[in-house]
């Protein structure tokens, strides 16, 4: 359904309530007529020091998913992006798939995980198998990602993970080690970077890089963006967060 400010579409959009960047990434790519709508899984900014605390804030998180897909539906958005992080692929991609089927036979509309929006944004580029992938985990979360893209028939390469403190924190990650991390993350057999973890500021980071690498360098706010805006038929070209938006 439609309004008068979202004459085009509604996009509902489910992150954590510690993530502050998922909200101003999005609103910054909206095309005019599309209004985002936020709703926030309520789960406290809970410290990550370990393997175990991260299994913990997963499980917490998934559980909490549904009731604030339910709370979104209420504004009668015509799409719902799911811009979570490694909870919704701690069993692999078949975990993912199987969970957005669900949460679409649920409401009732197309839902966008991010983590499958970036296998498809991948899939865009065509021909490309070998990736580098930049996370903010600890090495369980990081070994999640890592299964996860391989299921989805990609080599990974590289993968580095900033081990950022807790979930809020990863809005905290400076550029330039954002920018340095790319850099590091890099090397000739890589194909595309990919960075993981809607928390982590990265959009703008991975349009501007792409100009350095001279390849794709997606963020995973962009690729869930993008693919909700075209699922919903709007090919809007935006400029501003690397080729995917403006040029696919």
Sequence with gaps: MTDTLGWRIKMGAVTQASNSVVQPEFDLMRPRGVT?????????????????????????????????????????????????????VWDGVQTATEL????ERRVGVPVVLGWLACVAAIRRYGGVH????????????????RRFFTDAGFEVVNLLGLRSASPA?????PAEKLRRAVRDLDDSQIELIVQVGTNLPFA???GDAEKWLNKPVLATNTCTYW??????????KVEGFGSLLAEH
């Design 169 to 173: 924190l990863m809005a905290h990650e």
């Design 100 to 103: 957005q089927a669900h949460l």
């Design 204 to 206: 703008q980071i991975a």
């Design 130 to 145: 070998r990736i580098g992938v930049l996370t903010p985990y600890m090495p369980a979360g990081d070994a999640q990602v």
């Design 36 to 88: 985002n709508q936020l709703m926030r899984v309520a789960i406290p900014d809970t410290p990550v020091a370990s393997d175990e605390e991260l299994a913990a804030l997963t499980q917490k998180i998934r559980n909490d998913i549904e009731s604030a897909l339910d709370t979104v539906m209420a504004c009668t958005p015509a799409v719902v992006t799911m811009a979570l992080g490694a909870e919704t």
């Design 227 to 236: 693919q909700a805006l075209r699922r919903s038929g709007i090919e809007d």
